[in-house]
């Protein structure tokens, strides 16, 4: 609801003035600093859960990003832009069909880290939508 967004931006507001408040020591300001980011990142990727659409851009955006990066470290030798963001959103879903394969050391190790932030994303997606269900 519109309540919780308000309630959200407010505890966001807080944790930033926490942050930057002096006289603090360097382990509380950098634990405030920590959840001050995370509070800012979680309403800029979701909105806390009541901008679901926000999360769908941010995925869109994730796989044309790690496809770019892809296809920067030819990680499907021979293949065009577009085939390494196909390969990403198969992997970015966890779909796999197993066509596409990267070669290498680093570009396999950033299939698995999409495929892991996939599954935070959908798992996100899933909360956001459930919670829409439950509080109309």
């Known amino acids: 609801s519109e309540l919780t967004y308000a309630e959200r931006n407010y505890e966001r507001q807080v944790l930033r003035q926490q942050a930057l408040a002096p006289g603090i020591g360097p382990f509380a300001r950098l634990r405030a600093l920590a959840l001050w980011l995370d509070a800012v990142l979680f309403n800029w990727i979701w909105g806390y859960g009541e901008r679901p659409w926000r999360l769908t851009m941010a995925m869109i955006a994730a796989i044309l990003a790690f496809g770019t990066l892809q296809f920067a470290l030819d990680a499907v030798p021979g293949r065009d832009w577009w085939e390494h963001v196909y390969f990403s959103g198969i992997t970015f879903l966890t779909i796999g069909y197993g066509d596409l394969a990267p070669i290498g050391f680093l570009p396999r190790l950033l299939a698995i880290v ?23």
């Open 114 to 136: 999409e495929g892991v932030a996939g599954i935070l994303f959908i798992g996100m997606l899933i909360a956001s939508a459930t919670k829409k269900i439950m509080y109309r």
